[in-house]
């Protein structure tokens, strides 16, 4: 693997993605490394009372999802100039868009929801998905108020993929 100097994150504006996002921003100043914040959308969603799925303007789900995210990276920064950052904004489960970039970033870091192993294996949990097939280290980050600590979040599971 050749290292990028990127720190990549996931966020779907959760509390939970916040954390990670804080967690990634100190993580890329530790490295000297630039940040790419990753949010997914589905352009096609069922509503309830219709038979067959809405489909959204996809231009337009991407601008409404980058301003959500940009505020988002805003808030994690708070004024700070660095590290610089990209925002991608990707249709597809979030998952798969995350593992296929995974190969081209130093490390992956993603918020963990906390609801446990059985439902987690029932509804196929991002970060689970990550930790068994990204190319790079994955960090999952608890928020404080899950971990207790002193610190904004700190990694509840560092997995460094096996050597091929």
């Keep these: 693997m050749v290292l990028s100097n990127i720190v990549l994150v996931g966020v779907d504006g959760s509390p939970e993605s916040a954390a990670a996002l804080e967690y990634a921003v100190a993580e ?5 490394a630039r940040l790419r914040v990753v ?3 589905f352009p096609e969603y069922s509503v309830h ?3 067959r799925p809405v489909t959204a303007a996809e231009p337009a789900i991407e601008v409404d999802v980058e301003a959500q995210t940009r505020r988002m990276v805003d808030d994690a920064l708070g004024g700070a100039a ?3 950052v990209e925002i ?8 798969n868009v995350l593992i296929d970039r995974s190969g081209e970033v130093d490390v992956l870091v993603l918020g963990h929801r906390g609801r446990g ?3 987690s294996m029932l509804l196929g949990s991002v ?3 990550c930790v068994l097939h990204a190319q ?7 928020p404080a108020a899950v971990t207790q600590s002193t610190t904004p979040a700190e990694p509840a599971v560092a997995a460094t993929p096996p050597a091929s």
Excluded at 28 to 32: F, L, P, S, T, V
Excluded at 136 to 142: E, L, N, Q
Aim: with cysteine; aromatic share 6%; proline share 11%.
């Design 28 to 32: 890329a100043d530790r490295r000297g």
């Design 39 to 41: 949010s997914t959308y």
């Design 49 to 51: 009372g219709h038979s």
């Design 82 to 84: 660095s590290p610089p």
């Design 88 to 95: 991608v904004v990707a249709a597809g489960p979030a998952a």
């Design 117 to 119: 192993g059985f439902a």
């Design 127 to 129: 970060s689970l998905q």
């Design 136 to 142: 790079c280290p994955v960090i999952v980050v608890r």
